[in-house]
């Protein structure tokens, strides 16, 4: 495990340099000495985000399954950039002049500034980087396995899943650290900017490094390589066009639409003559970084077992060779890759989501007026920060549901064919100006409805039944609805298929929904504001203002920001101007300082729009933008409305159902209880009787026999007690009339009376019981006596039931947070799966029972549990009976309440 143990505190100092990178960077920029960062160089680099994981570790493998194919994930974004002129200096000058932040961003502007579209924007680019999450999670637990299978001990294998959740949960720490250190969304992240760029040159020199390496170290020399890739069967040339114009048109669209690549090629860009840099030096990285995938590739297929992962070679190469040294500076550059572009997804995501979904409701939930309090920036960090570990976890689900078995090729075509359904969105509108919100919103309806049902449902349908059925025989049984034969076309490339509807369809919906309907007013402004940007904003906009507008700033000031936040930013503006009352002079630096306020709230383009039109003499009043953002605002009530009583209806159905179910099932509970109770009291009751008339009525009985048949009446009678008891008990507990007895004591004092008693007096083997002690030190408020019940119980049925030749009990004690979790775990079969389900409920006795009981202990457990603001559950997969009880270490009564 040296090897492991070493490389996961390479991974640290790694993350911990680039932490100090960007900290470095940030903190020159604040002091005004970081005008190299602002250097097409710097910018050239930033669009390695572009290589992931994928890219470092899927290419090789790719090329390993279908040869030259590879080639298209660097062919279209090198043909974009080549074409800079045409879209990507269009992009980035609208950018610049709207202040845009994100592509939801740019969307919403162009179409109206209509929040509602960029609430669907932001929800559709959260879905389709989810397969991309999952795909950096898998590269990185992928290679975390391939150095601990090389140090594992026989028959010891590492959880991947348990892997992949602890990669993710310390990429989201990061994330929330590095991306929401402050919320000036307007101004250019240099930290992570530059983090980039370094990662941009670790991953680049270690691919170099060990394609160097498989060259000249394992092939001979460049004349062998060749020769062994022309005697290779992927070194053939095989072309199928429709996949590979497919690929080539899907990598390009996503290297326009990706959130991330958005992020650094339009909102990180400082000058518009970077692009000319990039337009060459971006494809010459590219290519630089696919020049010894093929060989890598050959060698592998070469030199490694028949039936290796081909998307590790880049790891499994060195290792094989014993090259320790050179496989930890491969995975460092998969890491790279893998963390940069979760960093930048989750940046731009969080932006997304904070300033198009979570502050408009925030805002129309707190009243949206003057009478607004205003603190809106722990709203927006947290927000940020939740929605970051929200994407992060999407990406983790997705793992676990689709398997973390597929081709990490195959999971980022998926993800890349969910971004481009956003292209005939962002073209139709920088270069139609009969583009309307209707048809965008039609468009991408259609664009995503398809590519979910074409692409994503079918890659984790083999997880769930329900898909597969679809998968297999169509929606509602109909063929023709089949998602790999949709319409009854069959025979083409999954891929392509998926491609060809989504796209096709979501370009005719938009440009038909565009004729049909008609633009408003603010729709007409700003698409020619988008179409003709050249003629529109040759330079970046500078402000200027006069005196009587700064009410009117105020009054904006006020819907966004609330009134006392609003008043004391403008009151300190004022007295810094050393102007006396609430309104400053409206000069640049303050206007400039009041859109950054607002851009933290509600987007950059939205407050530099609102700004402007007051003070830039644009041609639509302060009246008119009074009601566009009242009727935004008007539009996300009515919205909230209308899915709170969608979700209200759809609520009362379910609860119908459920109460129907549940009457059901009381009435079939209510025989089985009246039956069982009827056989546990018959049962005793018949023996007492019998013996009873036996003594009355048999004269010739010995007193041996007396004795015996008395001492059966004993017993059934104390059983008979007990059931009475139980009954009684799990009543009081089922009714709620419990009063409970609330003490302090320690836990490990508790366990030990639980042993004594469940064990004293067994006539049995008496099962050994391990415990680690300086774990129940925990010191408890709640009722004792009844929790002591609960053990005991516990410790009792695996005395009772545990059927191992030697059966033992293991008690183990976790804390976490203000919750104790106790585990009892025996290391007998344990209870099947179909008795799992029922073991709470009551008279249920499982399996092969060797000792009798009315089967009433672990349902009173649960309802003692649940007076308790705690609960106890079945520990599957534990290899014996196992349970868990949690309770809170201070008992809470609205806990149970709730």
Known sequence: MATLNILVAVCLIYVTFLFVVAFGAERAARRGRGGWMRSSAVYTLSLSIYCTAWTFYGAVGNAARSGLEYLTIYIGPSLVMLGWWWVLRKLVRIGRSQRITSIADLISSRYGKSNLLAVGVTVLAVIGTTPYIALQLQSVTLSFQVFADTQAVAGQTV?????????????????????????????????????IAVEAIVKLFALLAVGAFVVWGLAGGVAETLQKIDSSEIGQWEMRGDRWATLIFLSGAAFLCLPR????????????????????????YLMVMSLFVL???????????????????????????????????SFLGGFSSATSMVI????????????????????????GGAQISGDV????????????AGVVLLGYLYFRVSGGGSALSSIGLISFAGVAQFLPVMIGGI??????????????SVGFVIWAFSLLLPS?????????????????????????????????DPLVHAILWSISLNALTFYVASLVGFPSPLERLQGAQFVNVYEHSATPQGWSGTAAQSEDLMIMAQRILGAREAQTLFEREAKRQGVTGYLPEPSPDFLRKLERELSGSVGGATSHAMVGQIVGGASVSVEDLMAVADETAQMMEYSNQ???????????????????????????QKDAFLGQVSHELRTPMTSIRAFSEILRDSERLSEEEKVKYSSIIHDEAIRLTRLLDDLLDLSVLENGQVNLNLQQGELRMLLDHAIASALTGNSGETIKVYRRRHEETAVLNTDLDRLSQVFINLISNAQKYCDSPSPELSISVTHTGRMLQVDFVDNGKGISKDDQAVIFEKFARVGEMKAGGAGLGLAICREIMGRLGGSVTYLPGQGGAAFRVELPLTFQPNRVNS
């Open 642 to 668: 209308l899915e709170a009583k969608s979700e209200e209806l759809a609520r009362t159905a379910r609860q119908l159902r459920q109460a129907n179910e549940k009457l059901t099932q009381i009435s079939v």
């Open 431 to 444: 270069f139609w100006r009969g583009a309307t919100r209707t048809g965008a919103f039609a468009g991408l």
């Open 460 to 492: 984790i349908g083999s997880e769930v039944f329900l898909f597969q059925t679809i998968i297999e025989n169509g929606l509602f049984g109909l063929s023709w609805l089949r998602p790999e034969a949709l319409f009854g076309i069959e025979g083409l």
């Open 295 to 329: 060989p890598i590739a050959v060698m592998g297929l070469d030199l490694l077992p028949e039936g290796s992962n081909p998307d590790l070679f880049v790891l499994t190469l060195p290792l094989a060779k014993g090259n320790e040294g050179l496989a930890m500076l």
């Open 159 to 195: 959880d991947r899943d348990s892997t992949a959740l602890l990669v993710a949960a310390g990429l989201t720490l990061f994330t929330i650290v590095f991306g929401t250190r402050n919320l000036d969304v307007n101004e250019r992240h240099h930290g992570v900017v530059i983090a």
């Open 377 to 388: 920036r722990t709203v927006v960090i947290m927000s940020r920060r939740f929605s970051i």
């Open 261 to 284: 690549m958005f992020q650094v090629m339009v909102v990180e860009n400082d000058s518009e003559s970077h692009l000319r840099t990039a337009s060459w030096a971006f494809p010459a």
């Open 344 to 367: 930048v997804a989750a940046l731009a995501l969080s932006t997304m989501v904070s300033n198009h979904i979570v502050m408009p409701i925030w805002l129309s939930l707190t009243g």
